[in-house]
């Protein structure tokens, strides 16, 4: 089915198997996440020429903290270091950057060149790429809560006014519309508190594939996935 014929606007991706692509070539698994840099610019590529207007990958959770300090330290400085080098390019093909997620803990020098490629690419309206970075999924919903309790205390907001519309409008980014597919890689079948308010209705596509080595065909068939499915919402 042609992409004209069904409306596919907002892909997900929860990127997993770094660590054993790289497990299981003798490798740390720093290397393995490199590895998967290189799979995110080629995506990034394959929803170009798809016409996908958002892309969502998620890079690091909340929970990721708990791995071993020298492997954050090095995902800290990977996303740095991909920043620099992709930014330009994402500017000249009218690429937007967008980061969601909390800011704390992570390193000033990152978060600056974090803001900047966002300053840098606000107006671009080709693609937007959605980088997850010190997100979680329930972190946003009581981020979101947090707010909406601050506004009701301030008495700018009633209390009998939130319903999921306007609470959908105190999440991180309200404005981008709710993927309408999410994939994830290495035969894991959960969401990992990843975007659990905007996933209600998106479909769902798991493959065995570590993200390393998905390419252009796993990524095509995914997308074919999507345009064989009815999506009803509740109705018949």
């Given at each position: ?35 998967g ?9 394959y ?14 959770s909340?929970?990721?903290w708990l ?8 995902l ?57 970075f ?11 809560a ?16 939130v ?5 959908s ?12 597919l ?55």
């Amino acid at each position: 089915m042609a992409l004209s014929e069904k409306k596919l606007k907002h892909i997900a991706f929860i990127m997993d198997g770094n660590g054993r692509w790289a497990k299981s070539r003798g490798l740390k698994a720093l290397e393995g996440h490199h590895k998967g840099s290189d799979t995110v610019s080629k995506v990034i590529n394959y929803s170009s020429e798809a016409g996908i207007r958002y892309i969502t990958f998620y890079a690091f959770s909340t929970e990721n903290w708990l791995r071993p300090p020298l492997e954050v330290a090095g995902l800290m400085r990977l996303l740095g270091k991909s920043i620099d080098d992709n930014i330009q390019g994402y500017l000249e093909r009218g690429f937007r950057v967008r980061i969601l997620g909390r800011k704390n803990k992570i390193p000033l020098s990152l978060i600056k060149k974090l803001e900047n490629a966002e300053k840098l690419s606000v107006n671009n309206t080709n693609m937007d790429i959605i980088i997850a970075f010190n997100y979680g999924g329930r972190a946003e919903i009581a981020d979101a809560a947090k707010k909406i309790a601050k506004d009701v205390s301030a008495g700018v907001l009633k209390p009998s006014k939130v319903n999921e519309k306007l609470f959908s409008k105190y999440l991180y980014q309200s404005e981008v519309p709710d993927p309408d597919l999410l994939i994830r890689t290495s035969g894991e079948y959960r969401l990992s508190n990843f975007m659990l308010w905007q996933l209600s209705y998106s479909e769902l596509y798991f493959t065995d594939t570590l993200w390393p080595d998905f390419g252009k065909d796993e990524f095509n068939n995914a997308l074919d996935t999507f345009y064989m499915r009815e999506r009803r919402y509740g109705a018949r």
